[in-house]
């Protein structure tokens, strides 16, 4: 059988027609379960009034699904070989995130820590087979692929001995992990260097974005669920359902507006564009909770008030919009936009839901009419 298997060797960073493969699109349909589930953890904990509680937890579990798929996206982007070995280790990371979703539950309640943590060892088997395999390329990629397998073996470890202190530390502590986490790149890439692909890299990003959106209009498809079961409070559910896509499109039509493969020129933009989208990413996911919330407030089901269901919206509207402008537009778009995007998420955390929506509705025509000032030169000349 070791007759079918292709070297794993760097592959081109300026390669032509990269594209998303199949198995990259599978990978991320796991993610859409292992999200759905965080944040159904998310939403119960908000609408029994446990909200630092469900945000800690939120936090956590997002950040163990949100670090996975960076581990895989990068790795891919460098030694997708697409030979059966590549694809079976694919989908036993795949087989750790779905037991580390089911497991999601005790980052909220600090109990059964062991099976989220065997889906994290599921996973780094894996993955650190996979580097170690990259590491025979030979080359700057080599050193790197080396120090990433060394690298993420020791964490793991640490993150076995975790499961087992006191639980009063654990918060502390796993935050100080998930820092170190983060330096295991840093180091990697200064011993070598993968030869990422910044067209590809931006396009898993985006898909990744079009499935946390996606979560949000399932917020809003239970809104209209929960209107037809419940008659009286049909017309203000249902008014809840629209406001919630709108923003969906809102959020959407801002994050894909400037192009992406630019912001990858270095190993400092790469860090940086990585590991910003944890926020963006965290707040794209944690609105189909908000929205969700909203409706246990609106059917009288949720322990929150008026103040703080709207906030369970507007804050992670507002983090996503300033995360996008910081990122992506600040500094690179039309005056109009460097002050409307901020704009927009202030009042993101002072107006209602509905308002929310009609922000998000004026911020869409405001590119749209950016956009047609942008490409009139060109037309004219034309």
Not at 1 to 8: S, V
Not at 266 to 279: E, W
Request: proline fraction near 4%; include cysteine.
């Amino acid at each position: 059988m070791i007759h079918y298997l292709k070297p794993m060797r760097a592959r081109d960073p300026k390669e032509a027609h990269r594209t998303a493969t199949p198995l990259e699109l599978f990978f991320d349909l796991v993610f859409v379960i292992a999200i759905s589930i965080g944040g159904g953890h998310f939403h119960h904990a908000l609408i029994e009034g446990h909200v630092l509680h469900g945000v800690i937890g939120f936090v956590m579990v997002f950040l163990c699904i949100w670090w996975a798929w960076m581990n895989f996206t990068w790795f891919s982007t460098s030694f997708d070989n697409d030979d059966w070995l590549f694809r079976t280790l694919t989908f036993v990371q795949m087989l750790g995130v779905l037991v580390l979703a089911v497991g999601s539950q005790a980052f909220f309640d600090g109990e059964n820590l062991l099976i989220p943590i065997i889906g994290f060892v599921i996973m780094r088997i894996a993955l650190v087979s996979q580097w170690l395999r990259a590491s025979q390329c030979g080359g700057d990629a080599a050193k790197a692929a080396k120090t990433y397998a060394a690298g993420l073996t020791f964490a793991q470890i640490l993150w076995v001995a975790w499961a087992f202190i006191p639980e009063h530390t654990r918060v502390p502590v796993f935050f100080l992990l998930m820092a170190l986490e983060l330096c295991i790149p840093v180091f990697a890439e200064r011993a070598g260097r993968t030869t990422w692909h910044p067209h590809h890299i931006t396009e898993r990003y985006g898909l990744f974005t079009i499935i946390l959106l996606g979560e949000s209009l399932l917020g809003s498809a239970h809104a209209i669920a929960d209107a037809i079961q419940e008659q009286q409070h049909m017309a203000t559910l249902l008014s809840l359902a629209v406001a919630g896509f709108v923003i969906a499109a809102g959020m959407w039509w801002v994050y894909f507006w400037p192009a992406h493969h630019k912001q990858i020129r270095g190993l400092s933009s790469a860090l940086r564009y990585g590991y910003c989208h944890a926020f963006i990413f965290a707040a794209a996911g944690a609105v189909s909770a908000g929205i969700e919330t909203q409706v246990g407030y609106l059917s009288s089901h949720s322990e929150l008030g008026f103040l703080g269901s709207n906030l369970a919206v507007g804050i992670p509207v507002a983090v996503f919009l300033l995360g996008v402008w910081a990122l992506l537009l600040r500094g690179q778009t039309p005056t109009t936009l460097q002050w409307a995007i901020p704009l927009a998420a202030l009042l993101a955390l002072l107006l209602p839901v509905w308002g929310i929506a009609a922000v998000m509705a004026v911020l869409i025509y405001l590119l749209v009419r950016t956009e047609a000032e942008l490409r009139a030169p060109s037309t004219t000349k034309h």
